[in-house]
């Protein structure tokens, strides 16, 4: 009976733009109008939330441009309350954090381009500025007894070298920094020689050291050089700090050394601290992607090793109430991979470690009040619902459904708030029972969706050539009218890891915008997303071309094959490993009249060496360009190979400081094709990242999907 009401209600969804007429479709400015729930948080008693908003707003300092801005929200959980906003400075406030006793939040807002840890009572107020500190503080932690806060900071190594309360001895790193000629690091002690370009070479490499210092020069020697936009030479460690919970207190290092820490967590006794790291001596950080659990007292002394192994990354670390129990992921230290969920008494060692079984990639894990179950979500078929784990069985039960997508949440007793995208909302907050079986909606951040007609995608899925099944969803023009004929779009996802479906927030306006304008929407998981186990996320190893364009593309054809789209007016785009896709396949494949490439990788020895994700290679493909197999592999998976055969019209996109995937790839693609005298357009974005088209500049958002529209309807005509 449940099944066919939601069946019922779908069929009234989808037609509900006849039934509405009065309804506006999505415009392209509705993108500056969605607010995003996140950040949420539960008072230890369960009856109080908090939670951010991020909304767009008018640049003050430019008059043209949007910003966008996060405040912090609390709403109390009986369901009687309204939501209060209670921070509202134009600098914002992010990462909300409860005392335990309810009564304050800490949060991070932004002074002087550094965040700060913040306090606030629960009813409101003027908030107080707890943290100055030089470096910043992110991630505020608040101990059990009230007292003080945990907060991370990155430490440049510079600062640490020379620091004398973080680094009082004055130690060098242990590990190489790799300089070529100084093999104890001996270069980084502090050197007394004056700059002098003519002088000995104590002082020419003081002058050089200057040159340095006044940005004349940038001087690598790290693996991992690429930051999100640009080219770093700085090496930066994130340690950990504890701070009075009082106005002038001064912030205590809790972590030290020349290492990477991602998480610490007080033992909920206060007495320890949980640590994630990265803590090899002997090996610099850029060659290791392990990571190990630790514990140490409460100011970070007699630090011990819980769970470590080489080739492996432990993450996830989360502690029961009780302080019994240790919940925490492991997997192989790779990016193709789904980590495996698993607990093991505190007090015991990997012997003693019970699995949990779900071949999903998981995240956020929290725990029930009486340590019974395991609380995460996981991407999966589509969607990203909410599961609990049951430790006395180990049975895993999932509590949402696969047509939305679950992006935050927080559990305290026998309530569990959380974050959904929808295609009835890009973005609503909710308030459940422990077993989201009765659910309300407690927030109305969006509620201008309800007046546009939307297009509701049908899910579909068939079998490819590997027996693999893949999942497809198709979305009709928002006024579909049967009989008529339309423009089809294919979308495709980045990742190529990456999983889509009606809960993926950052695709929410650009689907809905595309139907808007009378075209029909397509897009698959092809082998190798995320979403479906292990052996579909490796189903593209060696194979990031043929195989998944055999998928997108027969999802394609499933649509045309229903009857109302135009197999003369189809177009396709996609984005970063999407953006490889588009190029491969219509270097293929010449059915498309028009196609568009963000972000794109092209050639894969190049990215290898300019994309700050260069590690896909080897992860993908085994390997590395100068190794004779491997470099004929990237030969033939690079559309570059197959350039002179693209005759689509062509538009391509890239931020100027995109260092994910590198912009000289694009470049290169380009030109090839004007030598080739093909139809083909490329945009550069001033500044933007490889976050260009998700949570870039929005004029530029904007500006990125106007300019596909346009370049479309020179060629497909709705």
């Known amino acids: 009976m449940k099944e066919k009401l939601l069946l019922l209600c779908g069929l009234l969804f989808a037609h509900s ?43 003050a300092a430019k008059k043209s441009d949007y910003k966008n801005v996060s405040q912090v929200y609390v709403v109390n959980t009986d369901g009687t309350a309204t939501v209060r906003q209670l921070t509202y400075a134009k600098e914002g406030a992010a990462q909300p954090a409860w005392s335990p006793d309810g009564r304050q939040l800490a949060f991070t807002r932004t002074v002087d381009e550094k965040p700060q840890v913040f306090l606030l009572a629960s009813e409101g107020g003027e908030a107080v500025q707890l943290t100055h500190y030089t470096l910043g503080a992110s991630s505020p932690k608040w101990s059990p007894d009230g007292k ?109 050394g020349f290492y990477d820490f991602k998480q610490v967590d007080f033992t909920p006794d206060g007495q320890h601290l949980i640590l994630t790291g990265q803590l090899d001596s002997l090996q610099n950080p850029d060659r290791s992607r392990e990571s190990q659990i630790f514990m140490a007292n409460r100011n970070g002394t007699q630090l011990r090793l819980l769970l470590g192994q080489k080739g492996v990354s432990y993450t996830s670390a989360t502690v029961s109430p009780s302080g019994k129990w240790l919940a925490f992921q492991f997997g192989p230290a790779s ?119 939307l297009s509701r995608p049908e899910k579909h899925t068939f079998v490819n050539d590997k027996g693999l099944n893949v999942d497809y969803w198709v979305m009709k023009p928002t006024a579909y009218q049967a009989g008529k004929k339309y423009p089809l779009l294919l979308e495709i996802h ?125 992860d993908y493909f085994g390997g590395y360009p100068w190794e004779p197999a491997v470099k004929a592999t990237l030969v033939r998976e690079s559309p570059i190979t197959t350039v002179q055969n693209i005759t689509t ?31 083909v357009e490329y945009v550069r974005h001033p500044g933007g990242t490889h976050e260009l088209t998700r949570s870039g500049d929005n004029r530029q958002r904007i500006d990125q999907m106007l300019r596909t529209y346009e370049f479309f309807a020179r060629y497909i005509q709705p």
């Open 148 to 256: 003080q806060i945990l907060f991370s900071a990155s430490i440049p190594i510079n600062t640490l070298l020379r620091d004398s309360l973080l680094n009082p001895a004055k130690a060098l790193p242990r590990w190489s920094f790799e300089k070529p000629g100084f093999d104890k690091n001996e270069q980084l002690v502090t050197s007394s020689a004056k700059p002098n370009a003519d002088g000995s070479l104590a002082e020419i490499r003081a002058y050089l050291e200057n040159d340095v210092v006044d940005k004349k020069a940038k001087v690598l020697t790290k693996l991992n050089f690429q930051d999100e936009r640009d080219v770093s030479a700085d090496q930066s460690f994130t340690q950990f700090f504890v701070v009075d919970a009082v106005a002038g207190a001064k912030p205590v290092a809790v972590t030290h």
């Open 494 to 618: 980045g990742g190529p890891a990456a999983m889509w479906g009606p809960g993926e927030a950052s695709m929410w306006h650009e689907f809905q915008y595309f139907c808007s304008q009378g075209y029909g929407v397509v897009y698959a998981d092809p082998r190798g997303s995320g979403g479906y186990g292990l052996e579909f996320l490796r189903a593209n190893v060696n194979d990031w071309g043929t195989g998944p364009s055999k998928d997108v593309l027969t999802a394609l054809d499933k649509t045309v094959a229903e009857g109302w789209a135009d197999a003369e007016k189809l177009a396709i785009t996609g984005g970063s490993y999407g953006g490889y896709l588009v190029a491969w396949i219509i270097s293929h494949d010449h059915r498309f009249k028009a196609a568009c490439s963000q972000r794109g990788v092209y050639d894969l020895a190049t990215f290898f060496g300019e994309g700050n994700a260069w590690q896909l290679v080897p």
């Open 17 to 59: 733009g006849f039934a509405q007429p009065s309804r506006e479709p999505i415009k392209v400015t509705d993108l500056l109008k969605i607010q995003q729930v996140g950040g949420i948080t539960l008072t230890a008693d369960g009856r109080k939330a908090a939670f951010t908003v991020l909304s767009t707003e008018p640049d």
């Open 335 to 453: 990016y193709a991979s789904v980590a495996t969920l698993a607990v093991m008494p505190l007090a015991g060692s990997s012997k003693d470690i019970v699995t949990l079984p779900l071949d999903r990639a998981k995240a956020g894990l929290a725990w029930s009040q009486d340590d019974k179950y395991l609380y995460f979500t996981a991407q999966s078929n589509g969607g990203v619902p909410l599961y609990r784990a049951k430790l006395s069985n180990r049975k895993v039960e999932k509590l949402a459904d696969y047509d939305s997508g679950i992006t935050s949440f927080g559990v305290a007793r026998d309530k569990v708030v959380f974050a959904r995208t929808e295609i009835a909302n890009p973005s609503g907050l909710y308030l459940a029972d422990a077993e989201l079986k009765k659910v309300k909606s407690i927030g109305h951040f969006n509620d201008w969706v309800q007046t546009r007609q």
């Open 649 to 679: 019209p062509y538009i391509m996109f890239h931020g100027e400081n995109d260092r994910r995937t590198g912009f000289v790839q694009g470049e290169m693609l380009y030109r090839s094709l004007k030598v080739l005298n093909r139809p």
